[in-house]
């Protein structure tokens, strides 16, 4: 059984830190790439960052670059991802995603078969 489970949300102020990590089990965590994924109330899900957990490619939506960092520890198949200076335009759901590397863009959420259940994080102004 596929399971994806996200914990490390939580209410932090304008400013502060969080670290969301993303539990993975039941598929080829190395054939794998995984994403987060955030939604926030009334819009769309949109891709936050990714990781190709074979070689450690990433990527990062433009709006997160030099604040968040993924990464992975493949021995336990984990995935993390670091949140600094966070906004309160940051604050949403977050899910992690998981897709076969190479299997389209990064950011285009049709192209991920498992998903989390998600972890809400609120960032307060």
């Known amino acids: 059984e596929v399971q994806l489970v996200e914990s490390g949300g939580g209410l932090v102020q304008a400013g502060g830190s969080l670290r969301l990590s993303c539990a993975t089990s039941?598929?080829?965590?190395?054939?794998?790439?995984i994403g987060w994924f955030r939604q926030a109330p009334g819009e769309g899900r949109e891709g936050v960052s990714c990781?190709?957990?074979?070689?450690?490619?990433?990527y990062y939506k433009d709006s997160v670059k030099g604040r968040f960092t993924i990464s992975t520890d493949n021995a336990r198949k984990m995935v993390y991802l670091e949140m600094n200076n966070l906004k309160p335009d940051d604050t949403a759901v977050y899910y992690c995603?998981?897709?076969?590397?190479?299997?389209?863009?990064?950011?285009?959420?049709?192209?991920?078969?498992?998903w989390g259940q998600g972890t809400q994080v609120t960032v307060s102004s």
């Open positions: 039941g598929f080829p965590f190395d054939d794998y790439a």
């Open positions: 990781i190709r957990s074979r070689d450690g490619d990433t």
């Open positions: 995603a998981a897709k076969r590397s190479g299997s389209g863009w990064w950011q285009i959420y049709q192209n991920y078969a498992y």
